[in-house]
């Protein structure tokens, strides 16, 4: 394992875990991981997960200023629940921008896995800015990514990225228990 890979996963490690505690320091963190994540995964011609990366950069800068402004008084982001419409609206779009990106990446790339990169890509974008919109749900969308992206990293030998989603999947579940709880202790107000 290059040294490279070394600081993305201890980067990609402590912002997850930052993620998880609804610290804000999660951002520029992450913003560091995600550019070296991609540069490493470019060179394993999963393009789509690549490009996800350059799409982290700019979804964590939105994460960053929104987390800052929706702190409560007790210096802790506000979580909030996603309406049915907006599962709908989400899941729907995650399912069209899967079919015509894998598509694309199997017709004109020579990307590794074209499908399955793109829906873990996909889901991921999702995800991230459900997590800066400060939905507890982006936690279920990161449990379903990191799970699939374990084989498919072990598929192509990056056995510490690999490892690395097996801790993701861990803290994924622990931001889900967290920020449920933080969004029961919030009361209806939440909603």
């Known amino acids: 394992m ?11 490690v402590l912002c997850v875990a930052l993620g998880a505690r609804r610290s804000v320091w999660t951002f520029p963190t992450a913003i560091g991981s995600v550019s070296l994540f991609g540069w490493v995964v470019w060179r394993q011609r999963l393009y789509s997960d690549a490009a996800l990366q350059g799409f982290f950069v700019v979804a964590n800068l939105y994460g960053w200023v929104n987390w800052r402004r929706s702190r409560a008084a007790a210096g802790q982001v506000l979580v909030r629940r996603m309406t049915k419409v907006e599962w709908m609206r989400w899941g729907g779009a995650a399912v069209v921008a899967t079919a015509l990106w894998g598509g694309t990446m199997s017709r004109w790339t020579d990307a590794a896995y074209p499908w399955w990169d793109a829906g873990t890509a996909v889901v991921s974008m999702v995800a991230q800015v459900l997590m800066a919109e400060r939905k507890v749900e982006n936690w279920w969308l990161w449990v379903a990514v990191d799970a699939a992206l374990i084989p498919l990293y072990l598929a192509k030998g990056l ?21 449920r709880r933080a969004l029961r202790d919030a009361g209806p107000a939440a909603l």
């Open 2 to 12: 290059s040294p490279v890979e070394w600081i993305a996963t201890a980067l990609g």
């Open 159 to 179: 056995v510490m990225f690999a490892a690395l989603y097996v801790l993701y999947l861990a803290l994924s579940v622990a931001g889900l228990i967290g920020w």
